[in-house]
């Protein structure tokens, strides 16, 4: 990752300069089994029409407030990435009366949640391969009928400042720059020391430390991450042979 580097979109930018075809992101739900394998460049791609759609469609400025209800997700790394892209806040598990824009997964009290929202709300099925809500919930636009159309290359309308707010998780506020400068210093500790580093994370999006171990700190120091979700459903052994067969580094859990 290039030293200039001063949001977590300069580092996605950086990413995708650098190796656009090493997996970024590998997900699993191992309710489901859901698993699916993003690169950076297809990573990078939801991430600018999720972006557009944010910038275009709802019309979202920077400083404006999105907050995310959502699990630890594909999905979600991209509405974080798309957040930063734009110059937004990512209010993670905040409250929706205080936001301008929501997001919500699919679970009923989380659309409870959502609904206290005066603006936009926005729902996502976390169906497998993004798949659409068989009847969208009430009040909300689908994400997964929307984010298609949208454009493939994103260019903010304003640029962004890495010194403005970014990002909260757990009530605490931090920059771009903030969360970038943590994601890097902390790298060593979580065992990420370079490009062919490989995290598997089962923690939860609610913190700074799951959020650092399962997106930024991988995407910071050009490693990748195998983002699990209900990894507490997985035994020993079949953990220890997705470790192998994903070519895992190190585990935080």
Same mark, same amino acid.
């Given at each position: 990752?290039?030293a200039?580097?001063?949001?977590p979109?300069?580092?996605?930018s950086s990413? #995708?300069a650098?190796?656009?075809?090493?997996?970024?992101v590998t997900?699993y739900d191992?309710a489901t089994?859901e698993?699916v394998?993003?690169?950076v460049a297809?990573?990078?791609?939801?991430?600018?029409k999720?972006?557009?759609?944010l910038?275009?469609?709802l019309?979202?400025e920077p400083?404006d407030?999105v907050?995310?209800?959502l699990p630890a997700?594909w999905q979600t790394?991209?509405?974080?990435?798309?957040?930063a892209?734009?110059?937004?806040v990512?209010?993670?598990?905040g409250?929706?009366s205080?936001?301008?824009?929501v997001?919500s997964?699919?679970?009923p009290?989380?659309?409870?949640?959502? @609904?206290a929202c005066s603006?936009p709300?926005?729902a996502?099925?976390?169906?497998?391969?993004g798949g659409r809500f068989p009847?969208p919930?009430e009040?909300?636009?689908?994400?997964?009928?929307e984010?298609?159309?949208q454009g493939?290359?994103?260019?903010?309308?304003?640029p962004?400042d890495?010194?403005e707010?970014?990002l909260?998780?757990?009530?605490?506020?931090? *920059?771009?720059?903030?969360?970038?400068?943590?994601?890097r210093?902390?790298?060593?500790?979580?065992?990420?020391?370079?490009?062919? *580093?490989?995290?598997? %994370?089962?923690?939860?999006?609610?913190t700074?430390?799951? #959020?650092?171990?399962?997106?930024?700190?991988?995407?910071?120091?050009?490693g %990748?991450?195998?983002l699990?979700?209900?990894l507490d @459903?997985v035994?020993?052994?079949a953990l220890?042979k997705?470790v192998?067969?994903e070519?895992?580094?190190?585990?935080?859990?």
């Open positions: 990752m290039n200039t580097d001063r949001t979109a300069d580092l996605l990413a #995708l650098a190796d656009p075809g090493r997996p970024l997900f191992d089994g698993r394998e993003l690169s297809t990573f990078a791609n939801w991430v600018a999720t972006a557009n759609l910038q275009d469609e019309s979202v400083g407030r907050t995310l209800l997700h790394a991209v509405w974080l990435l798309a957040c892209s734009v110059g937004v990512a209010d993670v598990g409250d929706a205080a936001a301008d824009v997001v997964g699919p679970e009290e989380s659309l409870d949640a959502a @609904r603006g709300r926005v996502l099925a976390l169906r497998p391969l009847q919930p009040g909300f636009a689908d994400y997964a009928v984010v298609p159309g493939d290359r994103f260019v903010p309308y304003a962004v890495p010194e707010p970014a909260i998780v757990a009530g605490r506020e931090f *920059s771009g720059a903030e969360v970038v400068e943590r994601a210093a902390e790298a060593p500790d979580l065992g990420l020391t370079g490009p062919g *580093s490989r995290i598997l %994370s089962g923690l939860p999006y609610d700074w430390e799951g #959020l650092n171990a399962g997106l930024y700190a991988p995407l910071a120091t050009g %990748s991450v195998v699990c979700r209900n @459903r035994d020993a052994g220890d997705r192998e067969s070519r895992v580094t190190v585990i935080a859990r």
